[in-house]
């Protein structure tokens, strides 16, 4: 089973609907994130979270939130989707400092997201 | 965070070596250079990482200039699944910040039969 798992995998909607993505991760690991990546480009961070009550904005959050219901769930959240926000869609987890694997982030597999 | 630039786009044969470049001329002494690369329709994957010396694992090489302002990540024998986007990302490991990925548009590298 994959360790970093996205839900919905695609999604259509209509401008002006409340879209949830989705995450969860059995890596046991504190630290998650939420990228999106349009055509052609690299990936940008959305929002960040180091712990359950920890929640950071990335250098794109604006017209999206999230929630951390447990150190393996991080939501993504269009509050008001637009057209705009058609994109894809990566969660990522990443372990702490005293973790071999510090260093590593561990994608999943990406949501497909259209607004129309 | 300090900025890299990568070619847009290389080429290999099959079994052959790959050499893709990196500079990173403003790198600061605590940035770490991580390699990521993407398959096509999948999420990115871990590479490689450094911060001053060489490296080698299963996957990959990553040579370190002396001066860190530019690396090379070796492939040494390329396959087809090697085709894939491969991001070079600097990450610095001071303070909170560590962990945010900033990723640039990479180099796509084409291996060919």
């Known amino acids: 089973d994959a360790d970093v798992t996205q839900t919905p995998r695609n999604r259509i909607t209509k401008t002006g609907k409340r879209i949830m993505l989705e995450c969860s991760q059995t890596k046991g690991h504190d630290r998650m994130y939420w990228y999106r990546q349009d055509p052609g480009l690299g990936l940008r961070l959305i929002y960040y979270s180091f712990d359950v009550k920890d929640i950071n904005k990335g250098e794109i959050s604006d017209g999206y939130s999230v929630s951390r219901q447990a150190q393996a769930k991080f939501s993504l959240s269009l509050e008001s989707a637009i057209p705009n926000q058609t994109a894809l869609y990566f969660c990522?987890?990443?372990?702490?400092?005293?973790?071999?694997?510090?260093?590593?982030?561990?994608f999943g597999p990406g949501t497909r997201l259209t607004v129309l | 965070d300090a900025k890299t630039t990568q070619p847009n786009s290389m080429e290999s044969n099959e079994e052959e070596p790959v050499h893709l470049p990196c500079n990173h001329s403003?790198?600061?002494?605590?940035?770490?250079i991580h390699w990521y690369r993407q398959l096509p329709s999948q999420g990115p994957e871990y590479v490689i990482h450094g911060l001053t010396s060489n490296v080698n694992n299963r996957m990959a090489s990553l040579a370190i200039a002396e001066d860190r302002k530019s690396s090379t990540l070796i492939l040494h024998r390329a396959t087809l699944r090697d085709a894939a986007v491969y991001y070079c990302i600097l990450n610095n490991a001071g303070g909170t910040s560590y962990g945010k990925l900033t990723f640039g548009q990479g180099t796509i590298l084409t291996v060919h039969p």
């Open positions: 990522a987890t990443s372990g702490p400092p005293w973790d071999s694997h510090y260093n590593e982030q561990f």
């Open positions: 403003t790198i600061s002494g605590t940035d770490y």
